[in-house]
């Protein structure tokens, strides 16, 4: 009785010390959240249960690689199965052998352990996965590895409590109980005095890894085993990929965009914390993928990291507990380490040639140059110290101009501190708060290299969103920097001055409509009783070979009698390009004036070409006051034509065709299908599908305004896309995007193939059918 008393007594005390240690570790992450721009949580809230339940009970987005998916199935629903098996446990060891007065007892206790044997192979198979496969998207060390020694030991201590509980309590072999009778018949014989001894050691052997793990969870990627169901709770509720307003007539405003950690708002500080470093997002990001310094898990990680340390130092509270294991409390900080060496180049991680795509140079980059150095107690103490170490001076802030190609040299470092004695790497800024975010957390090569193709979202379990982070990012450095790569401000100011990218004068943006013979294109103001508004944007209206196209389309239009009408030379640029560069302004400005033109020819329907158009016009422009107007792409209007029988494809196209998805126009918007059946309307096409394709599609690399900007790093973007496509060993690469058009048909130059590979649009390719006068090859 005294030993029940004094076990109780100590497990109460163990117990409440840990779960006191678990809401500190919560409560001191949740004060560095109250330093993020406020979030409106409650309307965010609404509505969220069905993909609430298929994200987090059907692991939706983790089923998305089979493989690990079933063995995460395996191990979220085993954890919550046995956390019935871990109270009966407890209650075993605080009564002195009695169980939860639960129904079918036998069939409960057969269950816990089928469930501790295939959370054993689960934990055998990801440690296969880290360290037999050796995925290269997957941490290996100590830190990503805890939990599997974590997880085993906890098994064991199950079976090695319910094995020495038999022996105590001389409970008979049972077929409900195969693993621990098993286990008991090992050790058969043995006194009771010393089974019951083995129960209680490794009856708190497990408690104690338990609780350890609990208070562990929180400072570790396992958080997100608290923070992922609240993160995908409150996922944004409007349409995937649309960029928040900004208001630029606030004059209480500070600045615009994000300059430091605290100008992300408590939304997206809490997707830092629902990240599990998975790398799914760096495995699909077509810039890890080519070689480029952008990495989105690492991206989310060192974020995390700099809000914890900049948190810890604003707030006093530290992230670490029980404190008396770190002594050093929050002094540690991360920053970028601009000795680090360069990115290397593709061709020397891919000297034989045979891997389209890999992320290994990137992520031994993003290791290389995240280094964890010792802040300064107090601005005393670091000039002291300064004195007497070697360090490595940086300027406040680097152009673009003063980086490497592979955008990892800094040319303010300093030659005497890269040849000290010691080697090691101290950064200027001695304080967490004084690093800058961008240039002492983040490159500007990282933030430039973004597609924002969605690839990263669309494949994260925890619904972690990084396209947002980064635009938010570009806004500052446009807006109040005035810092941009040279090809992209040059672009943006010829959008600025002629409405177009190239800086073509904008009288002349009508001019294509004189290619067409016999075909009228009128303007609104000619046809005023239009029922679609046919915006072609700049690509259609300039770009020679976007031109065909626009030809097409309208030749298509008219076969089919559908009543349309261009703006004409009244007609702006839509703003995709200046919103995700950062130049919120200047969109603004465009989506102002389009808006005033369409009210002004009582717009109903659009229909465009272009997928950034699309996504920009019907998911932008409402929070800028476009209503009542139903926007199409041109595949769906053609599908839909097609369906009515208003075209008819006459003529067969004998060519095999693959399909390359559109990332504004698939992952944006969810139009897979209508591309697809206008091919499979054609007579003659035999329609081919790449490995990566519909929602996983890899990007073609001109999203984001990279199509206005030099590729410096690793492989092209669309290249790699070009040879997965062909793969596939098609005759034709199709599209239904002006940009992707561009990047295909530049890919099949790249790889000298351009004469028997054509790359086609949507439209052209109907056109062939319907007309049979604009054959494919000629």
Not at 219 to 232: C, D, E, G, M, R
Not at 395 to 401: E, I, L, N, R, V
């Given at each position: 009785?005294?030993?029940?008393?004094?076990?109780?007594?100590l497990?109460?005390?163990?117990?409440?010390?840990?779960?006191?240690?678990f809401?500190?570790?919560?409560?001191h992450?949740?004060?560095?959240?109250?330093?993020?721009?406020?979030?409106?949580?409650?309307?965010?809230?609404e509505?969220?249960?069905?993909?609430?339940?298929?994200?987090?009970?059907?692991?939706?987005?983790?089923l998305?690689?089979?493989k690990?998916?079933?063995?995460?199935?395996?191990?979220?629903?085993?954890?919550?199965?046995?956390q019935f098996?871990?109270?009966d446990?407890?209650?075993?060891?605080?009564?002195?052998?009695?169980?939860?007065?639960?129904?079918?007892?036998?069939?409960?206790?057969?269950l816990?352990?089928?469930?501790?044997?295939?959370?054993?192979?689960?934990?055998?198979?990801?440690?296969?996965?880290?360290?037999?496969?050796?995925?290269?998207?997957?941490?290996?060390?100590w830190?990503?590895?805890?939990?599997?020694?974590?997880?085993?030991?906890?098994?064991?201590?199950?079976?090695?409590?319910l094995?020495?509980?038999?022996?105590w309590l001389q409970?008979?072999?049972?077929g409900y109980?195969?693993?621990?009778?098993?286990?008991?018949?090992?050790f058969d014989?043995?006194?009771?005095?010393?089974?019951?001894?083995?129960?209680?050691v490794?009856?708190?052997a497990?408690?104690?890894?338990l609780?350890?793990?609990?208070?562990?969870?929180?400072q570790?990627?396992?958080?997100?085993?608290v923070?992922?169901?609240?993160?995908?709770?409150?996922?944004?509720?409007?349409?995937?990929?649309?960029?928040?307003?900004?208001?630029?007539?606030?004059?209480?405003a500070e600045?615009?965009?994000?300059?430091?950690i605290?100008d992300?708002?408590?939304?997206?500080?809490?997707d830092?914390?629902?990240?599990?470093?998975?790398?799914?997002c760096?495995?699909v990001?077509?810039?890890?993928?080519?070689?480029k310094?952008l990495?989105?898990?690492?991206l989310?990680?060192?974020?995390?990291?700099?809000?914890?340390?900049k948190?810890?130092?604003?707030?006093?509270?530290?992230?670490?507990?029980?404190e008396?294991?770190?002594?050093?409390?929050?002094?540690?900080?991360?920053?970028?380490?601009?000795?680090?060496?360069?990115?290397p180049?593709?061709?020397?991680?891919?000297?034989d040639?045979?891997?389209?795509t890999?992320?290994?140079?990137?992520?031994?980059?993003?290791?290389a140059t995240?280094?964890a150095v010792?802040?300064?107690?107090?601005?005393?103490a670091?000039?002291?110290?300064?004195?007497?170490?070697?360090?490595?001076a940086?300027?406040d802030?680097?152009?673009?101009?003063?980086?490497?190609?592979?955008?990892?040299?800094?040319a303010?470092?300093?030659?005497?501190?890269?040849?000290?004695?010691?080697?090691?790497?101290?950064p200027?800024a001695?304080?967490?708060?004084d690093?800058?975010?961008?240039?002492?957390?983040?490159?500007?090569?990282?933030?430039?290299?973004?597609?924002?193709?969605?690839?990263?979202?669309?494949?994260?379990?925890?619904?972690?969103?990084?396209?947002?982070?980064?635009?938010?990012?570009?806004?500052?450095?446009?807006?109040?920097?005035?810092?941009?790569?040279?090809?992209?401000?040059?672009?943006?100011?010829?959008?600025e001055?002629?409405?177009?990218?190239?800086?073509?004068?904008?009288?002349?943006?009508?001019?294509?409509?004189?290619?067409?013979e016999?075909?009228?294109?009128?303007?609104?103001?000619?046809?005023?009783?239009?029922?679609?508004?046919?915006?072609?944007?700049?690509?259609?209206s300039?770009?020679l070979?976007?031109?065909?196209?626009?030809?097409?389309?309208?030749?298509?239009?008219n076969?089919?009698g559908?009543?349309?009408?261009?703006?004409?030379?009244?007609?702006?640029?839509?703003?995709?390009?200046p919103?995700?560069?950062?130049?919120e302004m200047?969109?603004?400005?465009?989506?102002?004036?389009?808006?005033?033109?369409?009210?002004?020819?009582?717009?109903?329907k659009i229909?465009?070409?272009?997928?950034?158009?699309?996504?920009?016009?019907?998911?932008?422009?409402?929070?800028?006051?476009?209503?009542?107007?139903?926007v199409?792409?041109?595949?769906?209007?053609?599908?839909?034509?097609?369906?009515?029988?208003?075209l008819?494809?006459?003529?067969?196209?004998?060519?095999?065709?693959v399909?390359?998805d559109?990332?504004?126009?698939?992952?944006?918007?969810?139009?897979?299908?209508?591309?697809?059946?206008?091919?499979?309307?054609?007579p003659?096409v035999?329609?081919?599908?790449?490995?990566?394709?519909?929602?996983?599609?890899?990007?073609?690399?001109?999203?984001?305004?990279?199509?206005?900007?030099?590729?410096?790093?690793?492989?092209?973007?669309?290249?790699?896309?070009?040879?997965?496509?062909?793969?596939?060993?098609?005759?034709?690469?199709?599209?239904?995007?002006?940009?992707?058009l561009?990047?295909?048909?530049?890919?099949?130059?790249?790889?000298?193939?351009?004469?028997?590979?054509?790359?086609?649009?949507?439209a052209?390719?109907?056109e062939?059918s319907?007309?049979g006068?604009?054959?494919?090859r000629?």
């Amino acid at each position: 009785m005294a030993w029940q008393t004094a076990n109780l007594l100590l497990f109460l005390a163990v117990t409440g010390y840990a779960l006191y240690l678990f809401w500190k570790t919560l409560y001191h992450r949740y004060l560095y959240l109250k330093l993020g721009q406020p979030a409106d949580f409650k309307r965010r809230g609404e509505g969220r249960l069905a993909e609430f339940l298929s994200q987090v009970f059907g692991q939706k987005k983790l089923l998305k690689d089979p493989k690990s998916g079933i063995m995460h199935v395996v191990v979220f629903y085993g954890f919550i199965i046995l956390q019935f098996g871990a109270l009966d446990l407890i209650v075993k060891g605080l009564t002195g052998g009695g169980h939860l007065p639960l129904p079918a007892y036998d069939v409960f206790g057969l269950l816990q352990e089928i469930t501790v044997a295939l959370i054993l192979i689960a934990m055998g198979y990801a440690a296969y996965r880290r360290y037999g496969e050796k995925l290269a998207r997957l941490k290996r060390g100590w830190k990503p590895s805890i939990v599997i020694f974590f997880i085993f030991f906890l098994m064991l201590s199950v079976v090695l409590s319910l094995g020495f509980e038999r022996l105590w309590l001389q409970t008979e072999p049972s077929g409900y109980a195969p693993i621990s009778s098993a286990f008991a018949a090992l050790f058969d014989g043995i006194p009771t005095a010393a089974a019951r001894v083995a129960f209680y050691v490794s009856w708190w052997a497990h408690l104690l890894i338990l609780l350890s793990f609990l208070v562990y969870v929180p400072q570790s990627k396992h958080f997100h085993i608290v923070t992922a169901p609240i993160n995908i709770w409150f996922r944004r509720r409007e349409p995937v990929g649309k960029l928040a307003k900004l208001d630029l007539e606030n004059e209480e405003a500070e600045s615009f965009g994000v300059g430091k950690i605290e100008d992300f708002t408590q939304k997206q500080m809490l997707d830092f914390y629902a990240c599990v470093e998975c790398g799914r997002c760096t495995n699909v990001c077509p810039a890890s993928s080519t070689g480029k310094a952008l990495s989105p898990m690492h991206l989310i990680t060192k974020l995390r990291d700099h809000l914890q340390e900049k948190g810890a130092a604003v707030t006093g509270k530290s992230p670490w507990v029980p404190e008396f294991a770190f002594p050093e409390g929050g002094a540690a900080m991360h920053a970028f380490n601009a000795q680090a060496p360069h990115l290397p180049e593709w061709r020397e991680v891919n000297a034989d040639g045979g891997a389209i795509t890999d992320i290994r140079p990137t992520l031994a980059w993003q290791k290389a140059t995240w280094t964890a150095v010792h802040a300064a107690p107090s601005p005393g103490a670091a000039s002291s110290r300064a004195a007497s170490e070697t360090s490595v001076a940086r300027a406040d802030s680097t152009p673009a101009s003063a980086t490497s190609a592979a955008g990892v040299a800094r040319a303010d470092a300093s030659p005497a501190a890269a040849a000290g004695a010691t080697g090691a790497f101290v950064p200027a800024a001695r304080q967490p708060q004084d690093l800058e975010l961008i240039g002492d957390v983040l490159t500007e090569e990282e933030i430039w290299s973004c597609t924002t193709c969605r690839n990263c979202e669309d494949q994260c379990p925890v619904g972690n969103e990084h396209v947002d982070k980064i635009v938010d990012l570009r806004r500052h450095l446009v807006l109040m920097q005035g810092s941009i790569p040279h090809e992209g401000q040059r672009a943006l100011q010829n959008i600025e001055r002629q409405g177009n990218p190239w800086g073509l004068s904008r009288n002349d943006r009508a001019k294509w409509t004189g290619e067409i013979e016999g075909i009228p294109v009128p303007t609104a103001r000619e046809n005023p009783n239009f029922e679609y508004l046919l915006f072609v944007g700049s690509m259609g209206s300039y770009d020679l070979r976007s031109r065909k196209i626009s030809r097409a389309f309208v030749r298509l239009l008219n076969e089919a009698g559908a009543n349309f009408a261009i703006l004409g030379n009244e007609e702006k640029n839509s703003g995709d390009t200046p919103r995700r560069m950062g130049n919120e302004m200047l969109f603004q400005q465009l989506a102002a004036e389009n808006i005033a033109t369409f009210r002004k020819y009582n717009v109903r329907k659009i229909v465009t070409a272009c997928p950034h158009t699309f996504h920009t016009l019907k998911n932008e422009y409402p929070d800028f006051g476009l209503e009542g107007v139903e926007v199409l792409h041109h595949t769906q209007l053609l599908d839909r034509l097609l369906q009515q029988g208003r075209l008819i494809p006459r003529c067969e196209v004998k060519e095999r065709i693959v399909y390359h998805d559109s990332c504004y126009l698939g992952r944006y918007n969810n139009v897979y299908d209508e591309p697809r059946n206008v091919l499979k309307a054609i007579p003659g096409v035999e329609l081919a599908e790449m490995a990566r394709s519909r929602e996983n599609a890899m990007c073609c690399g001109a999203g984001g305004g990279m199509m206005w900007m030099e590729e410096k790093a690793g492989k092209r973007v669309n290249l790699a896309r070009t040879e997965q496509a062909l793969q596939t060993r098609p005759t034709v690469i199709g599209s239904a995007c002006p940009y992707c058009l561009t990047m295909m048909e530049d890919g099949t130059k790249m790889k000298e193939v351009e004469s028997s590979v054509k790359a086609r649009d949507i439209a052209e390719i109907l056109e062939t059918s319907v007309f049979g006068d604009r054959p494919i090859r000629t």
